[in-house]
C-alpha cells in the first residue's frame, strides 16, 4: 500500500505526508510517513476552529458576539471578507463559518487575534495533539515570507514563490518556522471531534456542519466523484505546499478521517496534477480500509 500511494506522489511531482482511519476502528490505518510535521499553510484554521469551539463551551467567548474589521487593518486573501472593501461587521461564530468554508484569511486572522495563539496551544495540547502548533496566522506567513524574500509587498514577495526558475528562499517550507502539524495528528483530532470527545453536541454539531459547506472540491472531493459521499474538509495552499485533511462518509455510513499534505516541486500558482493526486490517495486509503 506504502508503494501505490508513494507512486501516486511520485507521478505528481510531490513529496506526501497521508494518514487515514477509519472512525470505526481506530487500529485500522493507512499511513504514509505520516509522523513527521509538515507546515500548514490554510489548514492551522482546523484546530483554530475546534480551538475556538471549547472556548464557546467554556463560556469564555461568546459566538453572537460582534467585531468590526477595518479595510486597512484586514488580512489580504482571495475570499471572503478579505476582498470586500467596506467595513464588515459579523459575529464570531460568523467569522469561523467564512474562516473555514471558504478559506477567509481576514476572517482568520481575526478569530486567532482573539483566541489567542497562548490560549489556543493550550487548548490543542489539552486535546492531545502532541505534534501540533499555531505560530501565527496567515498575515505572520506573508510577513515572514516578505522577510525572507526581500520583496516589498505580499503579493510580490508570492510571485517568488510561484517563479519556478528562482530558488525557494531558505526556511519557507520548515516546520519550526510557523504552524505545523502531523498527518497522524490531524486525524486524531478529526476523530475525536467526530466522537464528540473534545466539545459539546452543539459545538461538535458546528464543526461538522462547517467542514461540510467547504466549496472546495478540487482535493479529497476529487477522489470520492459521488453524490452518495460527503466530504467535509479542510484546504491549504502557501506556495509549493498542497494541504487537505477532512472525513470522508461513504453512502452506508463508514467514515474515515484523512490528512493528505503535500509539498510540490514545482511553484505554479494552480496545479491540478497535485490537486488530483490528493483526492486519488485519499480514495486508494479508504478502498484499503473499507
Not at 472556548?55 to 461568546?62: F, H, R
Not at 478529526?190 to 472540491?217: C, D, N, P, Y
Not at 490528512?259 to 496534477?273: I, S
Request: proline share 4%; net charge neutral.
Amino acid at each position: 500500500m506504502n508503494a501505490r500511494i508513494r507512486g501516486i506522489f511520485d507521478d505528481a511531482g510531490v513529496r506526501g505526508w497521508l494518514h487515514a482511519v477509519s472512525l470505526d476502528d481506530p487500529e485500522a490505518t493507512v499511513e504514509h510517513d505520516a509522523d513527521a510535521i509538515v507546515p500548514l499553510a490554510s489548514v492551522y484554521k482546523l484546530p483554530l476552529l475546534a480551538g475556538f469551539c471549547r472556548l464557546v463551551d467554556e463560556g469564555v467567548l461568546d459566538p453572537r458576539e460582534r467585531v468590526t474589521l477595518e479595510p486597512s487593518e484586514r488580512t489580504a486573501g482571495p475570499t471572503g471578507l478579505s476582498v470586500f472593501a467596506d467595513p464588515v461587521t459579523v459575529s464570531l461564530r460568523d467569522l469561523a463559518l467564512s474562516m473555514a468554508t471558504v478559506s477567509d484569511n481576514a476572517s482568520a486572522d481575526a478569530l486567532l487575534d482573539i483566541v489567542g495563539l497562548r490560549r489556543l496551544a493550550g487548548i490543542l495540547e489539552s486535546f492531545g495533539l502532541r505534534r501540533t502548533w499555531v505560530r501565527r496566522g496567515t498575515a505572520g506567513n506573508l510577513r515572514d515570507l516578505q522577510r525572507r524574500t526581500g520583496a516589498d509587498n505580499a503579493d510580490a514577495a508570492l510571485a517568488v514563490l510561484a517563479d519556478n526558475d528562482r530558488t525557494d528562499p531558505a526556511g519557507v517550507y520548515e516546520a519550526a518556522n510557523g504552524s505545523a502539524a502531523s498527518a497522524r495528528d490531524l486525524t486524531f483530532l478529526l476523530r475525536r471531534l467526530w466522537a464528540g470527545e473534545l466539545l459539546s453536541a452543539g459545538q461538535t454539531e458546528f464543526v461538522k456542519a462547517t467542514m461540510h459547506r467547504q466549496i472546495f472540491l478540487h482535493r479529497l472531493a476529487s477522489g470520492f466523484p459521488h453524490d452518495g459521499v460527503r466530504v467535509a474538509g479542510k484546504t491549504g495552499t502557501f506556495g509549493a505546499l498542497r494541504h487537505e485533511a477532512g472525513v470522508v462518509t461513504l453512502p452506508g455510513g463508514a467514515a474515515f478521517a484523512i490528512a493528505v499534505l503535500t509539498l510540490a516541486a514545482r511553484g505554479d500558482f494552480r496545479q491540478p496534477r497535485v490537486d488530483a493526486a490528493i483526492g486519488e490517495a485519499a480514495r486508494v486509503a479508504v478502498d484499503r480500509l473499507r
